[in-house]
């Protein structure tokens, strides 16, 4: 059910984030615009940081809300790593996750990129620690090969348990193939969402 109290824009550090202090579990807050539902072949950047060291926290992509339960997510929960976690259909990961667990109050930076190819959905992700390198490589790249699996979809945040989880930076940049919103098209794809 719907619920506008679940996020909103916190003060971190003297810095306004988007974020949430909810302990529920799997809540969501999704890009709601014209078109948005439409978008395909797109990368997500952007950055994450968690106050409580167990909770879940991630990005999530090709989301189908509110019509279906259906989307790609980056996501940590529990002591894990980073992960490519999809809910409601499957994916096969090489590797497993992106090797990367994260510190409690430190800001991780991410890139997440989905995109159609013939007949499966490639799903790849990279995350950092703000202030290091960037992997050159993609850290965990994932396929969908389900006959019913999503092929387009807003893009939204996941949080679940304990701890202020706050998000920064967030943009969506258009792959090839994409189906963009109605803007002139440019070598440099547009950033179609910004929140600083």
């Known amino acids: 059910s719907e619920s506008d109290g679940l996020f909103g824009v916190l003060d971190l550090g003297g810095s306004r984030v988007f974020g949430t202090s909810s302990t529920l579990t799997n809540i969501h807050s999704h890009v709601v615009s014209t078109g948005a539902d439409q978008w395909s072949s797109y990368e997500v950047q952007g950055r994450m ?5 167990p909770s879940g926290i991630g990005i999530t ?3 189908q809300f509110p019509q279906a339960d259906v989307y790609y997510r980056l996501r940590r929960y529990g002591a894990g790593a980073f992960e490519v976690a999809p809910h409601g259909t499957t994916v096969s990961c090489s590797p497993a996750n ?3 667990v994260p510190v409690a109050a430190s800001w ?7 995109m159609p190819n013939g007949s499966s959905n490639s799903i790849r992700a990279k995350v950092w620690q703000e ?4 992997p050159v490589e993609w850290q965990v790249s994932c396929t969908d090969t389900n006959a ?3 092929t387009h979809g807003t893009i939204g945040v996941w949080s679940m348990g304990s701890g202020q989880n706050a998000w920064d930076d ?3 940049y258009l792959l090839g193939g994409s189906v963009p919103p109605p803007t002139p098209t440019t070598p440099q794809p547009p950033i179609l969402l910004s929140i600083d």
């Open 61 to 63: 992509a090709y989301s």
């Open 148 to 150: 019913n699996r999503p």
């Open 49 to 53: 940081q968690i106050a409580d060291a």
């Open 131 to 134: 202030g290091a390198v960037e």
């Open 98 to 100: 992106t090797g990367v």
């Open 170 to 172: 967030l943009s969506v």
């Open 108 to 114: 991780y930076r991410f890139r997440f990129e989905v």
